[in-house]
């Protein structure tokens, strides 16, 4: 703490997390406090005639009126450098694995430990020699954080000048790897970085400038990838009555995905899953790289048990290290599970604040909060100068993927419908999947996806992928048309091609959406979705065709083909055009027998 | 008993300044070094003493509710006595066998319990990466929960009903029936105990209760705390913090396993609810306070495992949907926070089905790492899969043959329905007996025989033909 400030406020109202203290002189809002004897953690956040309003992060029982309030002068901050992953952080980024070592099994009160390992020397590169002139965003050196990223050691976004010592060799975050001059318009001086540096949670980290999304974000999820893709730097939502399966959805978000950094957000959650997450993601590979995904993740658990307020915070601090991933030139990858239980911690705190509640008790400010931190979202151009020295601009991404969870499963609820207007990108999950247990439930009546990518498929897929998920659509749309007439009268009343709809659509839904979360099937590569959506659209027309020469359906269901399309989702990644393409002949041959 | 330690004050502060009585909060004037969520001592104009806490506080005055209720307290007579000490209940070993109140006072007749500790009742939460996943299968004895929704070691798992319908039957059988198989089960007796919080419910179902654990040579390994119907609804809010903050330390300390029973959440809500009308705050969805969610989150997320300590918590939390309504906010913001539900179903029970449990809407989050090879049986999951999938195509059916009659139908149709049939007939409806998870999955394949193998899509072939009989 500041020795400096001089002034010490008294708390003289305490109501839940909201403690209000008088004789707090020069305190600026959102300046982070310590309240009490036990040294509590707070914020700011409203100031009124001498009188300062605090959100504690802790529970403040047993506090009293009269205990000390110290300001520390500084905002929320997040520290960013080596060693974030891998780490699982409560919402104040403290660091839980140490936490444990130091309190128990319990979270203690008033207890805080250095988010970066202190004491681990990390192998340090320069990129730059001294006399260079470097600006905001430039890498001063790398180090080699995991087997799959380099963490680049950027200049503060505030900062630019002459290099006038830098080091190479083994350190660890506190000590100095450079020295720089700053120019005179930078105030000048000098100053001496290290390898972390920290940033404001609640201020976005600055960019050059904004670009449009263009290429999806990959997740392994066959609907999502071929119905409702989300861009690399868009943004998502997926919202859900319990049991629909967003934890599970987002879970499998961070395995598989195509980023190169995960931040994983448990937002008022369940302890045991996190738990689920720490102890498998270790065993788990990346796809891509195969590297423990551990390694490219950070956790961050604030369980629904732990004090509301850091509930709030947890979604900022999880941002914050995703945009600072970002900024290196990474594609980074936020989950957020789930914002529902962040818009009922501001729903709490204004609450406790007294202040005028909007719709269904939430504050008025709930979109403006939820527009905000979806826009922190984004594909940008980096400060700095390019990593690559070929390209001339160093790109990187956050994309934001939100669960929601809408009391009763209803989806008109401020926090679905606030979300909904900022998120590109809505996977609605439905109760009746998933009592069906069809998942991912996510229903493809009501999702969509407001990006157009069929130019990148086009060409890193193949031409006519954009065609085939139309069609496919197109067949799923129809068949939720016939079973309204089938729940009227029956299947008997329909003719012949329109029962052929209906046993497509079938397989369709069962060998191409439903896809286990657990079991082999749990990730498939974006050809491998190709050629199983190629294989049964193809296994249609055929059948249309054939049903034209008055082949009856019950011959056609009955091809043993059918049950080899059933089994394309066990083929493993790597032979999956051979063997596809081996089941696409068997049902060509099929159909010329019929 | 529930219990406060003195703070090393020269005397302890007594204040004649109560200014406001109003329901079951009190206003208390002219206060100086009052902490929030103090327990307060109130000693009522006939010399009475009962408890509160300090719910609000400022420089001039503080707001208190009280947990016995406010009847007979006056405002020029009645005297505030400040502890300076959070909630606080006296545990020990011996409180097994006995029967607490909502307060966990001793009501049964015996001595007062010495206590080893004393532990503040709003416990800490578990720091996350110390907890470990639960993943120890633990039978019931009941086909729907063992084959489709496996209950695990450190679980919370609440079971939605309605009024009328048998909870409490189903959670007593689970409470005698339940043990660990499998590869978690010790060679020998691993130490159990049972944590009963009673919270509102009436003489009738208490009797039930303790027969229960009587007949069943239960009883001295169970705490009992009962808050019936007609205690005073604010010590609702006790109970539930009490009975975890016993169910932690016997499990976390003696390293038992500990099975916390809760009934019925709904009663402790009303309670929740009648405090935060009462102290004028902002309502939410149909009057429940805004922070419901991470009250019931603060109670329900004290169960699980610790790295490294034998103990474990797991939680049957019963609750009862008004008018049947999933979607209120009580059973809605319970299934946000425990990991699943067992839901039951007026229909199954009008049927005469026991226990009437509607499968397609419960779910158990934890089933996946409680089963299979080892644990259950190799089949399981897709076993569980299948039925699942054909109950719910059966389901369907029923409706369109209300519509249609049965004549409109398939053959392939028919078998469908007639499988739903005996499926809530002989599966899930097996009355009183106690079937252990091979029974269980037994009875399941001889559902299935009559279905051709072509049918069983979720099942992997090498099953088909070691199980199906058709298959052989």
């Known amino acids: 703490m500041n020795s400096s400030e001089s002034h010490v406020g008294r708390v003289v109202r305490i109501a839940g997390p909201v403690v209000r203290a008088t004789g707090l002189e020069h305190v600026r809002l959102y300046d982070v406090v310590r309240v009490g004897e036990l040294g509590l953690v707070g914020e700011v956040i409203h100031l009124s005639d001498g009188v300062t309003t605090i959100q504690v992060y802790e529970d403040t029982s047993g506090i009293r009126v009269g205990e000390p309030v110290h300001s520390t002068g500084q905002p929320l901050v997040a520290q960013l450098g080596p060693g974030l992953l891998g780490q699982v952080y409560d919402g104040l980024q403290r660091p839980l694995e140490s936490l444990a070592k130091m309190g128990g099994e319990f979270i203690q009160r008033g207890v805080s430990a250095s988010p970066l390992p202190e004491d681990f020397g990390w192998e340090f590169t320069p990129c730059v020699s001294v006399g260079d002139h470097v600006n905001a965003g430039d890498v001063l050196g790398v180090v080699s954080e995991s087997r799959t990223i380099e963490h680049r050691i950027m200049v503060h976004p505030h900062m630019c000048g002459h290099v006038e010592i830098i080091r190479s060799g083994e350190f660890n975050v506190h000590e100095t790897v450079a020295v720089i001059r700053l120019d005179e318009e930078a105030k000048g001086g000098y100053i001496e970085v290290t390898l972390a540096q920290s940033w404001p949670v609640r201020q976005p980290r600055p960019c050059l400038s904004r670009l449009a999304p263009r290429e999806p974000l990959v997740t392994g999820t066959r609907i999502i990838d071929a119905f409702f893709p989300v861009a690399k730097g868009g943004s998502a939502i997926i919202p859900g009555g319990f049991g629909t399966g967003k934890t599970v959805t987002e879970h499998s978000l961070a395995r598989w995905a195509d980023a190169d950094v995960v931040v994983y957000v448990g937002c008022g959650e369940r302890g045991n899953e996190m738990t689920d997450v720490l102890e498998e993601f270790p065993k788990l590979e990346d796809p891509r790289t195969g590297a423990p995904l551990m390694e490219r993740t950070v956790l961050i658990a604030n369980t629904s048990n732990m004090p509301v307020a850091a509930r709030e915070a947890s979604i900022y601090t999880g941002i914050t290290i995703a945009e600072y991933y970002r900024d290196m030139g990474y594609d980074v990858l936020m989950l957020a599970d789930s914002t529902s239980r962040w818009g009922e911690a501001l729903r709490e705190i204004s609450g406790r604040l007294e202040e005028m509640p909007g719709e269904e008790g939430f504050p008025a400010y709930l979109g403006a909060r939820l527009a905000e931190f979806y826009e922190r979202a984004g594909r940008v151009i980096c400060l700095g100068s390019p990593i690559n020295p070929n390209a001339h601009k160093r790109i990187g991404s956050v994309s934001v993927v939100g669960a929601v969870s809408p009391p009763g499963g209803d989806f008109s609820e401020p926090v679905t419908q606030n979300s909904m207007r900022v998120a590109s990108t809505f996977w609605a999950l439905d109760y009746d999947l998933s009592r069906r247990r069809h998942f991912p439930a996510i229903n493809w009546t009501n999702s969509y996806s407001l990006y157009d990518f069929h130019d990148w498929f086009e060409r890193n897929v193949a031409p006519d992928w954009d065609d085939l998920s139309r069609e496919a659509m197109a067949l799923l749309q129809r068949e939720v048309e016939l079973l309204e007439i089938v729940k009227l009268v029956g299947t008997d009343a329909l003719a012949e091609p329109e029962r052929a709809v209906l046993a497509i659509a079938r397989i369709l839904r069962e060998d191409f959406l439903q896809q286990s979360a657990f079991g082999a099937d749990r990730y498939c590569s974006i050809h491998k979705a190709y050629w199983m959506l190629k294989t049964i659209m193809d296994f249609y027309r055929r059948a249309q065709f054939a049903m034209e020469s008055k082949v009856p359906l019950e011959r056609i269901t009955s091809l043993p083909v059918v049950s080899d399309i059933a089994r394309m989702k066990e083929i493993e990644v790597e032979n999956v055009e051979m063997e596809i393409k081996t089941i696409m002949d068997r049902v060509q041959y099929s159909f010329g027998e019929l | ?472």
């Open chain 2, 1 to 472: 008993m529930l219990k406060t330690i003195p703070l090393p004050r020269l005397f302890a502060t007594e204040h004649r300044t109560v200014s406001q009585i109003k329901g079951p909060l009190i206003f208390v004037d002219r206060i100086a070094d009052v902490a929030y969520n103090e327990i307060v001592e109130i000693i009522s104009p006939d010399n009475q003493t009962r408890l509160g806490q300090v719910l609000e506080v400022d420089q001039q005055r503080c707001m208190v509710r009280i947990f016995l209720g406010t009847s007979g307290l006056g405002l020029d007579r009645t005297r505030v006595r400040f502890t300076g000490d959070v909630a606080r209940l006296g545990v020990s070993l011996s409180m097994l066998g006995r029967v607490l109140n909502g307060s966990g006072q001793p009501i049964d007749g015996g001595p007062p319990i010495i206590p080893e500790r004393s532990l503040d009742i709003n416990g800490l939460p578990i720091n996350p990466s110390m907890r470990t996943h639960p993943s120890e299968f633990i039978q019931t004895g009941i086909s729907a929960i063992d084959g489709l929704n496996t209950l695990t070691r450190g679980q919370k798992l609440p079971i939605f009903s309605g009024a009328g319908l048998p909870a409490n039957e189903l959670a007593a059988q689970i409470a005698s029936q339940a043990r660990v198989i499998g590869e978690g089960a010790g060679k020998h007796d691993e130490p159990f105990a049972v944590v009963f919080a009673a919270i509102g419910i009436t003489q009738r179902e208490t009797s039930f209760f303790m027969d229960q654990f009587h007949s069943s040579n239960a009883m001295d390994r169970t705490v009992l705390f009962v808050n019936r119907a007609d205690d005073p609804s604010i010590e609702r809010l006790l109970t539930p913090r009490a009975a975890l903050t016993a169910a932690e330390y016997l499990a976390f300390t003696h390293h038992r396993h500990v099975l916390a029973i809760l009934t019925d959440m709904t009663n402790y809500c009303e309670a929740l609810r009648e405090i935060s009308a009462a102290s004028e705050e902002v309502p939410g969805r149909r009057g429940y306070p805004g922070y419901m969610y991470s009250d019931l989150a603060s109670l329900y997320e004290r169960s699980g495992r610790i790295h490294g300590n034998p103990g474990s918590v797991t939680q049957l939390i019963i609750l009862t949907m008004p008018d049947d309504d999933i979607t209120h906010p009580i059973p809605d913001l319970t299934g946000y926070i425990t990991e699943g539900q067992i839901v039951l179903s007026r229909d199954m029970h009008r049927k005469g089905v026991y226990p009437p449990i509607d499968v397609l809407p419960s779910l158990s989050r934890l089933m996946n790492d409680g089963i299979g090879p080892n644990k259950t049986r190799a089949d399981h999951r897709s076993v569980a899969d299948q039925l699942y999938a054909l109950y719910a195509e059966g389901r369907d059916l029923r409706r369109l043959v209300a519509i249609i009659g049965e004549g409109a139908l398939t053959a392939e149709d028919r078998r469908v329905l007639d499988f739903a049939k005996r499926f809530e007939g002989k599966f899930i409806g097996q009355k009183r007996i106690n079937r252990d998870v091979t029974e269980t999955l037994n009875a399941a394949w001889d559902l299935l025989t009559p279905m051709p193998a072509e049918l069983l899509k979720r099942i992997p072939k090498e099953f088909i033909e070691q199980y199906h009989k058709s298959g052989r």
